[in-house]
């Protein structure tokens, strides 16, 4: 029978008895149910043969002396009932045959042995310091519109986590060493046990904190902990068409491993200026350009700027409204691959605050001439 059947099964229950029932009356309980379910006097009943089954095993173990004391403890250990992942649930780990290969047979091999050799194995003997990771970093940089669609190198300078200059790492006062930690021989790991040895639980160890190494005359820049601030100057590269607000990630360069950890990643939080002139949609420039009735009415060809290069010349045609968009290809926000958004020129119609006698009269002139009909007779008579 497998430790673990005795860590999920309730033998006692199965028979009917108490945990403190005698030899005598677990064996009446098992001669009862034996016989109640026996598969000669249940032909053709699975469900009875299933009982049977389950009263004979609860009967072998009950019944030896040996097998209930084993089988008593470790299911006090575990409170009863313990059930055990199978395994690939939940993750990797040892499978259920690995982890009862060594408990079976014998009253010596108990649930402590295996819990203990598990656990132990990244122990103070066998365990190394691993490396670890750097810090994460982060920074904030500030450009204008037009670096943000064309893409520009800014120089950042990075504070971040490093080895101290003092001790250059150690912790340790100049011409002095750090000591290996006496509780963890210089694992960086402590080993802790439950009452009776069957639970071992590996955990970073408390006096070096992790580090393997106790100092008995810290540095005094860096207080003993071998790690200071660095400052550094670097150049970055923001993309072409980033937008306000955009973290980039620079893997690799921000703060240092130790033990061969490789270094943290830098965060950069871009910000971007507004322009006074163009606005964006995506990989799109946006702008305003003002024209006169006339050039609406009779169209004209007119000036649109772009940004950081030349005007461009848009022919407006004649009739066109308030608000039409007029695309320019090619003048927009760099993207990824190397083309570039389109430019949106929106018309918009400028009306004079004063005219003179001249230009009244022409306009009067024009209005009888046109004969227009008036533009708010729809919409009165569909406000109706």
Known sequence: MSTKDWLEKDYYKVLG??????????????????????????????????????????????????????YDEERSLFGGGFRFPRAGQGGAGPSMEDLFRNAQGGAQGGVGDIFGGIFSQTGRRGATRGPRRGSDVEGEVTISFSDA??????????????????????????????????????????????????????????????????????????????RGRSTKQMNVRIPAGVNDGAKIRLKGRGGAGENGGAAGDLYVLVHVTPHPVFGRKDHNLTVTVPVTY???????????????????????????????????????????????????????????????????????????????????????????
């Not at 299933?50 to 084993?70: I, W």
């Not at 509780?183 to 069957?198: K, Y």
């Not at 970073?204 to 904190?209: A, G, K, N, S």
Request: charged share 25%.
């Open 149 to 226: 669609a064309d893409g520009v190198t800014v120089a950042m300078q990075m504070v971040s986590d490093a080895a101290c200059d003092a001790c250059r790492g150690t912790g340790a006062r100049a011409g002095s060493l750090p000591k290996v930690c006496p509780t963890c021989e210089g694992s960086g790991m402590a080993t802790t046990s439950t009452a009776g040895g069957a639970f071992a639980v590996t955990e970073p160890c408390h006096d070096c904190r992790g580090r393997g190494m106790v100092v008995e005359d810290p540095c005094p820049v860096c207080n003993g902990s071998g």
């Open 17 to 70: 008895v108490s945990k403190d029932a005698s030899a005598e009356e677990i064996k009446k309980a098992y001669r009862k149910l034996a016989r109640e379910n026996h598969p000669d006097q249940n032909p053709g009943n699975p469900e009875a043969e299933k009982r049977f089954k389950q009263v004979s095993e609860a009967h072998n173990v009950l019944s030896d002396p040996t097998k209930r004391k084993r």
């Open 294 to 384: 006339a050039e609406a009415v009779l169209g004209a060809e007119i000036d649109v700027p772009t940004l950081g290069g030349m005007p461009v010349r848009v022919k407006v045609a004649p009739g066109t409204p308030n608000g039409r968009v007029l695309r320019v290809r090619g003048r927009g926000v760099q993207r990824s691959d190397g083309t570039r958004g389109d430019l949106l020129a929106t018309i918009e119609i400028s009306v004079p605050g004063e005219i003179n006698e001249e230009a009244r009269t022409a306009l009067q002139q024009f209005a009888r001439a046109s004969g227009e009909a008036n533009p708010r007779s729809e919409l009165m008579a569909r406000a109706r």
